[in-house]
């Protein structure tokens, strides 16, 4: 069984950065996203790195965040830099299996397994 587990959260103040991890305890080779839930709001896609190592990011984030895999730990990381208030959500990792080589995946629902979601608070 796939179980995904999150790690990095916290409080950082404005411009400054976190970096979130992702590590799955089966699988492999899958397309890694990112998403983000602030309060009042749906399930927004930040990041995503094919299993070729293709990435895309949404506009919000790009240019500031970096998205990163380590196969060989099964893992998955988010740095965020230049933090702002408006990043603050709870942000969840995500794999998905059977993704081709270079595959962008941005819809939620393509992906199967889901991390337990991570507090970040961007406040002075």
């Known amino acids: 069984q796939v179980r995904l587990v999150q790690s990095g959260g916290g409080l950082v103040q404005p411009g400054g950065s976190l970096r979130l991890s992702c590590s799955s305890t089966?699988?492999?080779?899958?397309?890694w996203g990112w998403f983000r839930q602030a309060p009042g709001t749906g399930r927004e896609f930040v990041a995503t790195?094919?299993?070729?190592?293709?990435?895309y990011y949404s506009s919000s984030v790009r240019g500031r965040f970096t998205i990163a895999r380590d196969d060989a730990e099964n893992t998955v990381y988010l740095q965020m830099n230049n933090l702002t208030p408006e990043d603050t959500a709870v942000y969840y990792c995500?794999?998905?299996?059977?993704?081709?080589?270079?595959?962008?995946?941005?819809?939620?629902?393509?992906?199967?397994?889901w991390g337990q979601g991570i507090q970040v608070t961007v406040s002075s």
């Open positions: 995500a794999a998905a299996e059977r993704a081709y080589l270079q595959e962008i995946i941005t819809l939620d629902d393509r992906y199967h397994y």
């Open positions: 089966g699988g492999s080779n899958f397309a």
């Open positions: 790195i094919s299993p070729g190592r293709s990435t």
